[in-house]
């Protein structure tokens, strides 16, 4: 089983920037892909990022436009996502995920989900 938790979300001015954290335990993640989701009341989760195992692939949710980058640490079963130029639409819940097949970008591929992480940003 593979337990996922995220840090890093708080409050931030639009144009700011924010890094989330998340730190994966109960597997060597070395064999698993790992990604980030969003998701604001009243809408479905939505891909924001993934990384293959060896941080070699990453992709991303098309509204990400250069702005977020995904990296992982392996040496640390970690997985993190810099966010820059936050704009209002970014606020949400952040979920830390995780799935030992493929690199989805479909919330229903990963098998693993974090408790996740809110991001509010301000005027």
């Known amino acids: 089983q593979v337990q996922l938790e995220e840090s890093g979300g708080g409050l931030v001015q639009a144009g700011g920037s924010v890094r989330l954290s998340c730190v994966a335990s109960g597997r060597d993640m070395t064999t698993y892909a790992m990604g980030w989701f969003r998701q604001v009341p009243g809408k479905e989760r939505e891909f924001v990022a993934a990384i293959g195992r060896n941080a070699a692939l990453t992709y991303y949710g098309d509204f990400v436009k250069g702005r977020f980058t995904i990296s992982r640490e392996n040496a640390k079963n970690s997985v993190y996502l810099q966010m820059n130029s936050l704009k209002h639409g970014d606020a949400g819940v952040y979920y830390c995920?995780?799935?030992?097949?493929?690199?989805?970008?479909?919330?229903?591929?990963?098998?693993?989900w974090g408790q996740g992480t809110q991001v509010t940003v301000s005027s």
């Open positions: 995920v995780a799935e030992a097949r493929g690199i989805p970008a479909s919330a229903d591929e990963y098998s693993y």
